[in-house]
């Protein structure tokens, strides 16, 4: 995807960055748009939090340039247009909900109201409770209460639903597309492939710290020449192994999975190994199977 500059909210343009002798990017080059939920994506040691600390000015680049609404990532004016939850970070124990959201929102000309942000975090019958005395994933909810308090234009979010419930998850959500809606920027980091694909309106995955692919998360998916078949089965997978057009097989719990590119005569010739099986599923090839792919076949295009 093509960054307009005039519309982007943050940009690194040719930037190298490396952590001793280990390069993690080179001559990278990535962009944000408002309006837009962004899903990061790629293995662990792809670059990932690189380019995020490098957006957020946590970072400084070696070479290239980096800008965060057309000023220095590290510049107070646009630090104060933006919110992050990181994935780790440590709350004041002895401070009620309340007192550590209005301190923090404190720091911002644009602050909402802490009610409002009580609210639209799921908050208010915890605000009176100190931090000391929440669960993980209302630590979670208080640290999003934080990213959204300053009302940002930018929305950096690493692993925003760690540690919460189904139903808490999808409300959060909601409340991040409500974010994007409204006009927000919003990056996101997760290793939830279905957080990713319900969310992000654009998907830009990086391996060895370059861009793989990026696009609308239908356009990642149809990357993946094939179906997907699960199967229900006493036997191990090794039985499977010289299943006519399969391109991969894999045990993902009590489940054998293929991907196939002709999933008729993969399962004609499952119910010759197995005639006893009594459970099959036959759907469409998923985020995880795209991203998995994608990075396989870039280490492919390298070795050759």
């Not at 004016?77 to 124990?93: F, H, N, T, V």
């Not at 208010?124 to 979670?140: T, Y």
């Not at 979010?157 to 409500?178: I, N």
């Not at 492939?193 to 356009?219: S, Y």
Request: charge should be neutral.
């Amino acid at each position: 995807m093509q960054a307009n500059s005039c519309s982007t909210v943050a940009q690194l343009q040719c930037v190298s960055k490396s952590y001793r002798s280990q390069r993690v990017l080179s001559d990278f080059s990535f962009a944000l748009e408002p309006g837009c939920v962004t899903a990061l994506l790629g293995p662990n040691g792809a670059g990932k939090s690189t380019v995020a600390g490098l957006m957020t000015g946590r970072l400084a680049v070696d070479a290239g340039k980096v800008s965060l609404f057309g000023l220095e990532p590290r510049d107070r004016r646009a630090r104060a247009r933006m919110g992050i939850m990181l994935q780790s970070s440590g709350l004041p124990d002895g401070l009620t909900v309340r007192e550590v959201i209005d301190l923090h929102a404190s720091h911002f000309a644009r602050r909402l109201t802490i009610d409002h942000v009580l609210e639209e975090a799921g908050l208010a019958e915890l605000k009176d409770r100190r931090c000391g005395k929440l669960s993980g994933g209302e630590q979670r909810r208080v640290q999003f209460a934080l990213a959204i308090s300053g009302a940002p234009d930018l929305l950096v979010l690493d692993e925003p639903t760690s540690g919460f419930d189904p139903e808490a998850r999808r409300a959060l959500w909601q409340l991040v597309r409500a974010k994007a809606e409204a006009g927000a920027a919003v990056l996101l980091a997760t290793h939830h492939m279905d957080e990713a694909e319900a969310l992000a309106d654009r998907i830009v995955v990086i391996a060895k710290g370059a861009v793989i692919a990026d696009g609308p998360p239908a356009q990642i998916k149809a990357q993946v020449a094939g179906t997907v078949v699960r199967l229900r089965t006493r036997l191990p997978a090794s039985r499977f192994g010289t299943l006519p057009d399969m391109v991969k097989i894999e045990e993902r719990g009590a489940d054998v999975t293929i991907l196939t590119t002709n999933p008729r005569a993969t399962l004609e010739a499952v119910f010759q190994i197995d005639p006893a099986l009594q459970h099959f599923e036959v759907v469409s090839a998923s985020l995880e199977d795209a991203l998995e792919n994608l990075v396989t076949s870039q280490n492919v295009q390298e070795a050759a």
